[in-house]
């Protein structure tokens, strides 16, 4: 059987080898989550909920196990690994407490209609495949299961193939937990392999967080797929970022530039909401280009931040770079040095004298790069940070939230956050998402759960209107008298 080498990209290190799954592996996984949900999904919700319990208590316990299987396979520093554990804990709190709202709904129909009842309900869809990216390979991956296993759904996780090991040791923990078989499995290989392309086209649902690129070909293997079994599967997908940071004159610097250069420089820049752009009020530039190179120098190697996780996106911040460069940028701190130990090391960067022309303020980095550009009104903020076709998360600091609002509204992106950077994303009650060819569809929130149910709607009748005995005023037969009350209820509208 063919394998995965994974390597410590801070080291440089063999850590494992994981098998790549063939199209008939691929087709028996299926098969048993299919099996597995019928009994899964017939399991009172308070029952589905003991067991992801379970996992939260087990991940408290054990938390420095999960940061050692992430940190084998992400070089990424304690920290940023410890944050992965506390979205889970959060995340699963979340789920369990707020599933019965989220899946069941009352609706009030319209006084017309006011001898009616109606509720919406959310059915799970039986295998939900999860293909997750390598930044977060925890809370992307076994993260984004939560919801579905709350629901009732099955879980096949297919995780980048630069960082399985988290998911096969989450899957293996659901297992030691007593998790019934065939609920939570993994499937190991090339996100772009014939296995992967026939799991898209076996799933019921499929929540895709990753590049435009990859997530183009999900979409495209989904509609394939409804082509060939009449099955239509639409993909949720999380795409790419470029997150704008705008900085307005009246702005906190100490915490505008703080926010920044943790923003950007967290995790080695590989979040999809990581500062990519700053637009600052001339009146504030310079002084706000000092903090942030002074605060990005202080960073300390292995303990602020980790490696570059991958060596495709290595070389994608040293084309960035060297195209910046050649057109003009100045780069005031930070890069690649000879004295670093061996591994995918790359110093947290200050570029300024950068513009629209170079691929760094065009294209998503996914890297610990900071460009800096100076603009002269807010409106030439805002026109520089929608000129992209990406639109995941913006950022605007100001000391006025009024008009920080009036400019967040106008911003082409799913999320925007003021004063503050990516917490958001740990707001799991509120729908997160991009525009543009940042994606479709929304985590977290009842969409979030509900994405993963197909919605069945129950209308019931509870009285009859006097002199309507078993039935409604406009069954037949047709009269003058209905006629009349057709249009009483008309004038009744103001």
Same mark, same amino acid.
């Given at each position: +059987?063919?394998?995965?080498?994974?390597?410590?990209?801070?080291?440089?290190?063999?850590?494992?080898?994981?098998?790549?799954?063939?199209?008939?592996?691929?087709?028996?996984?299926?098969?048993?989550?299919?099996?597995?949900?019928?009994?899964?999904?017939?399991?009172?919700?308070?029952?589905?909920?003991?067991?992801?319990?379970? %996992?939260?208590?087990?991940?408290?316990?054990?938390?420095? /196990?999960? @940061?050692?299987?992430?940190?084998?396979?992400?070089?990424?520093?304690?920290?940023?690994?410890?944050?992965?554990?506390?979205?889970?804990?959060?995340?699963?709190?979340?789920?369990?407490?707020?599933?019965?709202?989220?899946?069941?709904?009352?609706?009030?129909?319209?006084?017309?209609?006011?001898?009616?009842?109606?509720?919406?309900?959310?059915?799970?869809?039986?295998?939900?495949?999860?293909?997750?990216?390598?930044?977060?390979?925890?809370?992307?991956?076994?993260?984004?299961?939560?919801?579905?296993?709350?629901?009732?759904?099955?879980?096949? =996780?297919?995780?980048?193939?630069?960082?399985?090991?988290?998911?096969?040791?989450?899957?293996?923990?659901?297992?030691?937990? #007593?998790?019934?078989?065939?609920?939570?499995?993994?499937?190991? *290989?090339?996100?772009?392999?014939?296995?992967?392309?026939?799991?898209?086209?076996?799933?019921?649902?499929?929540? %895709?967080?990753?590049?435009?690129?990859?997530?183009?070909?999900?979409?495209?293997?989904?509609?394939?797929?409804?082509?060939?079994?009449?099955? %239509?599967?639409?993909?949720?997908?999380?795409?790419? *970022?470029?997150?704008?940071?705008?900085?307005?004159?009246?702005?906190?610097?100490?915490?505008?530039?703080?926010?920044?250069?943790?923003?950007?420089?967290?995790?080695?820049?590989?979040?999809?909401?990581?500062?990519?752009?700053?637009?600052? +009020?001339?009146?504030?530039?310079?002084?706000?280009?000092?903090?942030?190179?002074?605060?990005?120098?202080?960073? $300390?190697? *292995? @303990?602020?931040?980790?490696?570059?996780?991958?060596?495709?996106? =290595?070389?994608?911040? $040293?084309?960035?770079?060297?195209?910046?460069?050649?057109?003009?940028?100045?780069? =005031?701190? *930070?890069?690649?040095?000879?004295?670093?130990?061996?591994? $995918?090391? !790359?110093?947290?960067?200050?570029?300024?004298?950068?513009?629209?022309? +170079?691929?760094?303020?065009?294209?998503?980095?996914?890297?610990?790069?900071?460009?800096?550009?100076?603009?002269?009104?807010?409106?030439?903020?805002?026109?520089?940070?929608?000129?992209?076709?990406?639109?995941?998360? #913006?950022?605007? &600091?100001?000391?006025?939230?009024?008009?920080?609002?009036?400019?967040?509204?106008?911003?082409?992106?799913?999320?925007?956050?003021?004063?503050?950077?990516?917490?958001?994303?740990?707001?799991?009650?509120?729908?997160?998402?991009?525009?543009?060819?940042?994606?479709? #569809?929304?985590?977290?929130?009842?969409?979030?759960?509900?994405?993963?149910?197909?919605?069945?709607?129950?209308?019931?009748?509870?009285?009859?209107?006097? #002199?309507?005995?078993?039935? /409604?005023?406009?069954? &037949?037969? !047709?009269?003058?008298?209905?006629?009349?009350?057709?249009?009483?209820?008309? $004038?009744? %509208?103001?």
């Amino acid at each position: +059987m063919e394998k995965i080498i994974i390597f410590n990209p801070a080291t440089q290190e063999k850590v494992a080898e994981v098998p790549i799954f063939s199209q008939e592996m691929v087709t028996e996984t299926v098969k048993k989550a299919k099996e597995a949900q019928k009994s899964w999904g017939c399991l009172e919700l308070k029952e589905r909920i003991k067991y992801l319990k379970s %996992f939260q208590k087990y991940i408290r316990e054990n938390h420095e /196990e999960f @940061i050692r299987v992430i940190q084998s396979e992400t070089g990424k520093v304690w920290h940023e690994a410890m944050i992965e554990i506390l979205y889970i804990a959060m995340a699963i709190d979340h789920w369990t407490k707020n599933a019965e709202g989220y899946l069941s709904e009352k609706i009030k129909p319209h006084w017309l209609l006011m001898n009616k009842e109606c509720e919406s309900i959310y059915h799970p869809k039986p295998v939900v495949v999860i293909i997750g990216p390598w930044n977060l390979p925890l809370d992307l991956n076994f993260g984004e299961a939560i919801p579905a296993l709350v629901a009732g759904c099955c879980v096949i =996780l297919k995780p980048s193939s630069q960082t399985p090991l988290t998911s096969l040791y989450a899957a293996e923990v659901c297992q030691k937990l #007593g998790f019934p078989e065939g609920v939570v499995q993994v499937v190991t *290989g090339p996100g772009s392999g014939k296995a992967t392309q026939e799991l898209i086209k076996l799933a019921d649902k499929v929540a %895709f967080t990753g590049s435009v690129k990859t997530g183009q070909m999900v979409t495209k293997t989904c509609l394939e797929a409804c082509r060939e079994t009449e099955k %239509f599967t639409f993909p949720s997908l999380e795409l790419g *970022g470029k997150t704008p940071f705008i900085i307005l004159k009246d702005a906190n610097l100490e915490r505008a530039s703080n926010c920044a250069v943790w923003n950007a420089f967290a995790n080695c820049g590989h979040y999809c909401k990581s500062a990519e752009r700053v637009y600052v +009020m001339n009146e504030i530039y310079d002084e706000f280009v000092d903090r942030v190179v002074k605060k990005t120098k202080n960073l $300390r190697l *292995g @303990i602020d931040y980790g490696p570059v996780i991958t060596a495709f996106q =290595l070389e994608k911040i $040293r084309e960035q770079v060297a195209d910046a460069i050649a057109k003009g940028a100045k780069v =005031l701190c *930070g890069g690649e040095k000879a004295s670093r130990p061996k591994g $995918r090391w !790359f110093d947290p960067m200050v570029l300024v004298n950068v513009n629209h022309a +170079m691929k760094i303020m065009k294209e998503e980095t996914f890297g610990p790069l900071l460009p800096i550009v100076k603009v002269f009104s807010p409106k030439e903020a805002l026109t520089l940070a929608n000129d992209s076709p990406l639109g995941l998360n #913006g950022v605007i &600091f100001s000391k006025n939230t009024r008009e920080a609002k009036k400019i967040a509204k106008d911003l082409q992106v799913g999320v925007v956050t003021i004063n503050d950077a990516m917490t958001n994303y740990m707001i799991i009650g509120a729908p997160q998402g991009g525009v543009k060819l940042s994606g479709f #569809g929304r985590r977290h929130g009842r969409e979030g759960i509900q994405k993963y149910c197909e919605q069945k709607t129950i209308e019931t009748h509870k009285w009859d209107w006097p #002199g309507f005995k078993n039935r /409604e005023f406009w069954w &037949f037969p !047709f009269t003058n008298f209905t006629k009349k009350i057709f249009k009483l209820m008309l $004038r009744a %509208f103001r």
